[in-house]
């Protein structure tokens, strides 16, 4: 059975990017706007730790951690890499030199288009597997399933998992990038 | 993890092949733009002037930029030219941190304004040796003046200056033409009167009333405002 992409979740998608795109827009012309643009220079490492934080969604998917509900964990890591994004974006905006620096945040912005991506892709298989299991019972391949096994049998649905065959290199290719950015900067960073 | 081993072999590879590009391209990598004109030679070498994990070090400047040598002679030891650097004040500074007012790199520019000079970096000592960067102004109204500048005027501008006739010698003081002969009224009063402008006025005010020669309220004379 396949689930068409409904317009609304197409809006949806792009409606998300033109915001995060906005917002680091409206934030940058600020800091020029009052003169503290010194400020955007800094706003990397909340970027970076913030994007950091959201990947304790991950390590409770993987049982690494094992407290909180994953659900809530999903929502958390979707808002902390949209904030960190968005600070990630606003540092990139007031230097336009370093090609490694460009290199990171492309990765960052084809990494943050996947993860959007998969918002979408889950919300489907979601409702892939509440459609199924709304079948009547003899018409149903599995028996009923709470909430929970719900979310969890769509997180391991076809599509979901295709998608993090490529979900996952992305954002590792992010963090060899990035990663390689910090370092330079620490290397030649004036550190008075 | 779901990674397929080609996904994991190209991440590698891609892991190797910017790292090298990195370093074999460190200026188009990672630098922060263009250094400026005079350091051209050593664009492509960052650790010419940075010390890793350290920054740009005031010791690795001053390798090449011998303090006594600033404003006067170049790196190759040719004479300054330049009338910015004519002022050769980079051995009386209080602090030696180059990176302070300079910044080699056009992309920093954007954070923080450089070459700002301020008296304030200089030590107290040569703050006081006003002479030993500036030239003495030559005209009638400094000529007379001992060389003590900072009676008159302030380290962040030379003007507004204020002025007190008493540091003149007497004969200087009761030689007003000398320095205020665009001054003097040209009116029929005026055009009349002795030379010495004391008897009428004196140097804190130009407007008062003057018993000694007319009897007059000199405010309504002429339209000479307060002098000093």
Redesign the interface.
Known sequence: MTTPLRPSTILGFFAQLAILAAAALVGNLLLRHVDM??IG?FLGIPGTLLILAALVYSLRKRRVVRWGNPRTHLRVHEILSWLGALFVLMHAG????????W?ALTAMAVNVISGLTGAYLLARSRRRVAEAQAAPAGHRAEPAAGDKDRFAAALTDGLM?QW??VH??IS??FA??AL??IV????????? | ????PA??W??IA??VV??AV?VLFAR??????ALIAGHDDIESD?FAC?A?????TTDKCVSCHKLADIGRLTTVGTPVFILSTLHPFHEMLQER?C??CHSD???LK???TYLAFSHDTITPRSRDDCAACHKDPDDPVHRPIPETCKDCHKVEAWKPATFDHGILAEADRRNCLSCHRKDKPNDPLHRNVPAYCGNCHTTTTWKRTCPGFCGFKLEKTTGQGESD
């Not at chain 1, 330079?184 to 008075?192: A, G, P, Q, T």
């Not at chain 2, 993890?1 to 397929?4: E, L, N, V």
């Not at chain 2, 890793?52 to 740009?56: D, I, K, L, S």
């Open positions: 643009v010194w220079r007031t230097d336009f030199n370093a090609v490694l620096a290199l998992r993090r065959i996952i290199p590792l290719a060899a990038l390689g950015h330079s900067v620490l290397m030649f960073w004036e550190w008075r | 993890m779901a990674m397929s996904a994991k190209l991440l891609g892991i910017t790292t990195t188009v990598m990672v630098s922060p733009g960052c940075h890793a994990f350290r920054g740009a941190y990176a302070g790199h056009e992309g954007i954070y923080r």
